[in-house]
Every structure is written in C-alpha cells, then in structure tokens.
C-alpha cells in the first residue's frame, strides 16, 4: 500500500471586512482565550461553559447563564469563528473553532495582551451588526 503525502495546508484568505468584524466580535464576547484557545482542539460542550464551570475553568470572566452563552456563541458562529459539531445523531452541544477562528486565536496567541480588551466604538459596531445583521463598514 502506497501512501499519499498532503500539501503543507494552506491558510484561507479573508477579505479585511471579514476579518475584522470576526475579531471585533470575538473581543467583545465574555469568552476567555482560554477557551478560544482549547476549541482549535478539541469541542467544548456548552454546559462546560455557562454557570460556575465557565468561571472555574477560565472559560468565562463571569458566571454566564445557559441561554446567554448559547446566545453569545450562536453570534460566534453566524460571524464565522466558530461550528457547532455533529455526531451521527446529528448536532450536538459541542463547539469547535473553524479556520477563521483559528487564524483569529493564533495571531491573539502571539501578541503580549492575548485578545486586547474592546473599545466602546467596538462594542457599538458589534452591537448594531449581531442587532441587525448587516454589514457596517469597519
């Protein structure tokens, strides 16, 4: 049996918008790197997220109920950074990184600061396009 070797995988790239509101919407969510970080390699469930476990875990800065983390990594997802996960059942509860994601936490990795906390003009730009999902110059 011959095996078949793989190209070096290349990275996807983004258009600067994209790019953008991905990472304005990752630095306003109440999630740590912590776990941005732990999603490029594994799935983290949803109830390991929200309540105490989140804070415990360095997940969350704090205590965070189910519907809200749902809600905040829902938004994660329609933004690209993250995918809900399928068994065979279908989807489950589990979360994972996708390639934007990834991208997004391994340039927050190599900076000093980690995810550099949002500014109030982040905050507003996010809040008007999770409100009404369209797309705002960044």
Not at 52 to 72: A, D, F, I, M, P
Not at 100 to 105: A, K, N
Request: with cysteine; aromatic share 8%; charged share 25%.
């Amino acid at each position: 049996m011959t095996s078949v070797e793989s190209p070096t995988p290349k990275s996807i790239q983004y258009s600067s918008g994209t790019f953008k509101r991905a990472e304005r919407a990752i630095r306003c969510s109440p999630f740590q790197l912590k776990l941005m970080s732990l999603m490029r390699y594994e799935s983290v469930e949803l109830n390991a997220i929200a309540g105490s476990r989140g804070v415990e875990q360095g997940y969350t800065r704090k205590r965070l109920s189910e519907l809200s983390v749902e809600n905040h990594l829902m938004w994660l997802i329609q933004v690209g950074i993250l995918r809900r996960e399928v068994d065979g059942q279908g989807i489950t509860d589990s979360f994972r990184l996708t390639p934007l994601g990834r991208q997004l936490v391994e340039n927050a990795e190599h900076q000093p600061q980690g995810l550099s906390a949002p500014t109030w003009r982040d905050r507003c730009l996010n809040f008007l396009h999770r409100r009404f999902r369209f797309s705002l110059s960044a």
